[in-house]
């Protein structure tokens, strides 16, 4: 039984990039493995959020996580600040990082340029990829399923995984990247080689689980594709319609080509009629039962037993580490 861990930050709803990217893999793993699934409202944080805003969403993600299959009886889910190890081998996973890598990181660049000068770029931001590798390692994670865009990310982390083992003794399992074969960037509708994203400012690029099956349909019909009308699958050349035959091939398990000999002949509007419908069918039963948990108390005990259960084993890996580097009184 391999040990899985991912999280997903509360910082908006949740997208169908998300969803088909990593959330929908979540399911897949639960009867097999030993699950840790986080609401990483600490990495959310590092950008400025509105505090009834960040509860609602971190309630909304909770909610969305059973809502899409996990059972608590199987996984731990919990949210990160609920489990102080997070932040401190967080810190300690600072100490260990070298501001030159952590300027390299690409999610680094994008963000901070959207805040101006060093004066205003907020620190959280170059920080965020030790809190993240401190989620992964605290649970001697095997795999991490998540997107692409998260590669660097876990690369980093075996990084750090690494360098503590090497200093201070073998201590760290080195955690491996699990991504889909297709699906692991669903892209923006309005700029397909733009990946989807929970805060673009144009909403019609974005698809939120949360949407009405009306405003799915008008956000399909949108959608930026090029002019040929011809169903065919050329990621460079036609990048919108790819990314559409992605999420219809994701949601229907239909190959690329089946979709191909499907359409052959057919238009765009009625493959962008007929993708909407697949997406408005694969979540409606998502949205019925995130209804029922999002304001009900068994979705505040579950979050209460996941806290606790992930603490006790990242306790016994923070525990060990803090001994092993002399922060402990005694050994
Ligand atoms: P976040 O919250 O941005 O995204 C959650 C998951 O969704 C995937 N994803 C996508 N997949 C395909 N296409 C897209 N357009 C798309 N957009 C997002 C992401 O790759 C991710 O798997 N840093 C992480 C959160 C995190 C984490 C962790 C993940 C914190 N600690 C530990 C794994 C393990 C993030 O910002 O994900």
Redesign the pocket.
């Given at each position: 039984m391999a040990v899985i861990?991912?999280?997903?930050?509360p910082?908006g709803t949740i997208?169908l990039?998300?969803y088909?990217?990593?959330?929908k893999s979540f399911t897949k793993y639960q009867n097999e493995h030993e699950c840790y699934f986080?609401i990483?409202n600490q990495?959310a944080i590092t950008v400025p959020q509105e505090p009834n805003q960040l509860r609602n969403n971190i309630r909304n993600l909770a909610a969305l996580y059973l809502a899409i299959g996990l059972d608590p009886d199987k996984v731990t889910l919990f949210i990160q600040s609920e489990v102080p190890e997070h932040a401190k081998l967080g810190w300690i996973m600072t100490t260990l990082s070298y501001i030159g890598e952590l300027e390299r990181m690409t999610q680094y660049k994008d963000k901070s340029q959207r805040h101006g000068s060093g004066d205003s770029i907020p620190a959280g931001l170059l920080t965020y990829p030790p809190l993240?590798a401190a989620?992964?390692l605290l649970y001697q994670t095997d795999y991490?399923p998540?997107?692409?865009?998260?590669k660097q990310?876990i690369e980093i982390t075996r990084d750090l995984a690494q360098r503590f083992n090497n200093r201070y003794g073998e201590t760290f399992k080195i955690p491996a990247i699990h991504t889909p074969e297709v699906?692991?960037?669903?892209?923006s509708l309005q700029e397909p080689k733009k990946?989807?994203?929970?805060s673009d400012v144009n909403s019609s690029a974005t698809i939120f689980l949360l949407d009405e099956p009306e405003l799915i349909l008008k956000k399909l019909k949108k959608a930026q594709t090029d002019s040929e009308n011809r169903i065919s699958y050329d990621k460079e050349l036609k990048a919108g319609i790819s990314n559409l035959m992605a999420i219809y091939a994701l949601i229907t398990s239909k190959s690329i080509k089946e979709i191909e000999q499907l359409y052959d002949g057919k238009g765009y509007g009625q493959f962008k009629n007929d993708v909407a419908e697949v997406i408005i069918e694969a979540i409606r039963p998502i949205q019925e039962r995130y209804k029922e948990f999002v304001n009900s108390d068994y979705l505040d005990q579950v979050l209460t037993d996941g806290a606790a259960k992930a603490s006790q084993k990242a306790a016994a890996t923070l525990n060990k580490v803090e001994d092993l580097m002399g922060l402990s009184r005694r050994r």
């Open positions: 861990f991912s999280g997903v930050q910082s997208t990039g998300n088909l990217g990593a959330m986080c990483v990495h993240m989620d992964i991490v998540v997107g692409d865009d998260q990310h699906g692991a960037r669903i892209m990946k989807m994203s929970k």
